[in-house]
Antibody, heavy 119, light 106 residues
Framework: QVQLVESGGGVVQPGWSLRLSCAASGFTFSSSVIHWVRQTPGKGLEWVAVISSDGSNKYYADSVKGRFTLSRDNSKNTLYLQMNSLRPEDTAVYYC????????????WGQGTLVTVSS | EIVMTQSPATLSVSPGERATLSCRASQSVSSKLAWYQQKPGQAPRLLIYGASTRATGIPARFSGSGSGTEFTLTISSLQSEDFAVYYCQQYNDWYTFGQGTKLEIK
């Protein structure tokens, strides 16, 4: 079955960096577009970024552009979200989600990893 | 940015009754609208995409309708496992979500 498992969350201070991972199984990862979405009690669900199946195209929300970087290793079925210059407003549960083939919505989501940015 | 507005924020319904949730887009999203269900401590689960197509394994009591800027999710006969928070999402112009409707037991 399709599985996405996020890891790497934690508590960091403002200005610090963190790298999240999303490990995939149960489907052809190298053919799949993957997104990151974050969720906070205050702002709800917010789309963060997307990476194409081969990693050649990446797009980011304005709120994270220039600070977050997506990459993927298709040989390891793993996606990475490098988060630099973290701010308190980046505090959220971060989910990776698969984009359904030939569509643009998200058909499977991981369980999420919590990132807390606080001094 | 397309703003998605869901109503009501909270809906109280008795088991066995019908629930109707609304989602409005600030501009047309065609039929590029999905609905997700989220229970506490869990990730969102896809229910409906393309405004009206049920995702794999979703019971027939869930149905979606609408196009353009007005959308509806209907749950025909509420089961205990249906009480959760529901989000709409547009994917016509990047991706934005509604703020959610909490469906609670009356």
């Amino acid at each position: 079955q399709v599985q996405l498992v996020e890891s790497g969350g934690g508590v960091v201070q403002p200005g610090w960096s963190l790298r999240l991972s999303c490990a995939a199984s149960g489907f052809t990862f190298s053919s799949s577009v993957i997104h990151w979405v974050r969720q906070t009690p205050g702002k709800g669900l917010e789309w963060v970024a997307v990476i194409s199946s081969d990693g050649s195209n990446k797009y980011y929300a304005d709120s994270v552009k220039g600070r977050f970087t997506l990459s993927r290793d298709n040989s390891k079925n793993t996606l990475y979200l490098q988060m630099n210059s973290l701010r308190p407003e980046d505090t959220a549960v971060y989910y990776c989600a698969r984009e359904m083939a030939a569509h643009q919505h998200f058909d499977y989501w991981g369980q999420g990893t919590l990132v807390t940015v606080s001094s | 940015e397309i703003v998605m507005t869901q109503s009501p924020a909270t809906l109280s319904v008795s088991p066995g009754e019908r629930a109707t949730l609304s989602c409005r887009a600030s501009q047309s999203v065609s039929s590029k609208l999905a609905w997700y269900q989220q229970k506490p401590g869990q990730a969102p689960r896809l229910l409906i995409y393309g405004a009206s197509t049920r995702a794999t394994g979703i019971p027939a009591r869930f149905s979606g309708s609408g196009s353009g800027t007005e959308f509806t999710l209907t749950i025909s006969s509420l089961q205990s496992e249906d009480f959760a928070v529901y989000y709409c999402q547009q994917y016509n112009d990047w991706y934005t979500f509604g703020q959610g409707t909490k469906l609670e037991i009356k």
